[in-house]
Structure formats: structure tokens, C-alpha cells
Nanobody
């Protein structure tokens, strides 16, 4: 019964910025961790960032300092602000809901939207 709808992707030049949004339906948003994954051409899906129900965040090393994950529980929305974009950030980005443990590890549920495509190219 969980639906995830990603938006905000597009074509951007290196060094540019995008803000991705994910609208979450269902009653579990505020009680669960959220995350952004991405799948680049020819590569497996990878975890980019996660955020717990209380706002603690973790980032994949290559995006740390450039990307910021946030959530607005009142709007049932999770965001990914992406700055200083690089060509290697090109991918389809997916949001996900799941659980985080006390170590900061993220455990995804098997709910996926259609994703939103980000292309970083000059």
C-alpha cells in the first residue's frame, strides 16, 4: 500500500544543482527511515543517502558534502538536494522507505517508484 513518486530530475551541466522530491503515500512515512538510491547505466543500484525518522543522515562517500537528504513529515515528502553535480552522478534516482538501526545501517523495504532521471552533461 506504499506508493513512492519521484520528481525533479532533468538535464544539468556539471557544477549545477537539482532538488529531487519524493511523495510518499501511506501511513508509515513518519515512522520509517527513508533513502535515496540511484542506478547509473551499466551499474547496480546503490544507496546514496538515508535519513531516519528523527532526522539522522548518512551518505555515500562520493556525495558527502554535495548532497543533502531531508524530510518533511507534514508533507509526506523526502528531498535530495544535489549540488556541485558531476557527470558520474548521472543515474535514475529512486526513493525508498525502510528501517535504520542504531549503527546507521539502512534496510530497504521492497517498494519502488518509477524513479526520476538525472543527467549531468556539458
Amino acid at each position: 500500500q506504499v506508493q513512492l513518486v519521484e520528481s525533479g530530475g532533468g538535464l544539468v551541466q556539471p557544477g549545477g544543482s537539482l532538488r529531487l522530491s519524493c511523495s510518499v503515500s501511506g501511513s508509515i512515512f513518519s515512522n520509517n527511515a527513508m533513502a535515496w538510491y540511484r542506478r547509473a547505466p551499466g551499474k547496480p543500484r546503490e544507496l546514496v543517502a538515508s535519513i531516519t525518522c528523527i532526522g539522522s543522515t548518512n551518505y555515500e562517500a562520493s556525495v558527502k558534502g554535495r548532497f543533502t537528504i531531508s524530510r518533511d513529515n507534514a508533507k509526506n515528502t523526502v528531498y535530495l538536494q544535489m549540488n556541485s553535480l558531476k557527470p558520474e552522478d548521472t543515474a535514475v534516482y529512486y526513493c525508498n522507505t525502510g528501517l535504520s538501526d542504531y549503527r546507521g545501517s539502512y534496510y530497504p523495504y521492497d517498494y519502488w517508484g518509477q524513479g526520476t532521471s538525472v543527467t549531468v552533461s556539458s
